[in-house]
Nanobody, 122 residues
Framework: QVQLVESGGGLVQAGGSLRLSCVAS????????MNWYRQAPGKQRELVAG???????NYPDSVKGRFTISRDNALNSVYLQMNSLKPEDTAVYYC????????????????WGQGTQVTVSS
């Protein structure tokens, strides 16, 4: 069974920092593209950072220069370092994997974590 477990969310003042972590199990992690999405109340879920199996990263303009995604294949983990946080960064942050489950290695599937709340106060 595939599980993505996020941690590190919380309440922070504007200008502060948080580091989110996501530990994956049940997937072929080194071959997976890992992403962080967020969803604010009343808004669509949006991609905030992605990292490929080769280490390539991408960010939308809204977080570029403030957020950094990284991965540790030895720990099956992906991280999101968030600096200079703004109230508009307030959302539930979700870990996402695009890859192959160990139980079904021939099938590429998208997996989601349960999310972790990030609240930035002004």
């Amino acid at each position: 069974q595939v599980q993505l477990v996020e941690s590190g969310g919380g309440l922070v003042q504007a200008g502060g920092s948080l580091r989110l972590s996501c530990v994956a199990s049940g997937i072929i992690f080194p071959l997976s593209t890992m992403n962080w999405y967020r969803q604010a109340p009343g808004k669509q879920r949006e991609l905030v950072a992605g990292i490929t199996s080769g280490g390539g990263t991408n960010y939308p303009d809204s977080v570029k220069g403030r957020f950094t995604i990284s991965r540790d294949n030895a720990l099956n983990s992906v991280y999101l370092q968030m600096n200079s946080l703004k109230p508009e960064d307030t959302a539930v942050y979700y870990c996402n994997a695009e890859g192959r489950a160990l139980a079904r290695p021939l099938l590429v599937t998208t997996f989601w974590g349960q999310g972790t709340q990030v609240t930035v106060s002004s």
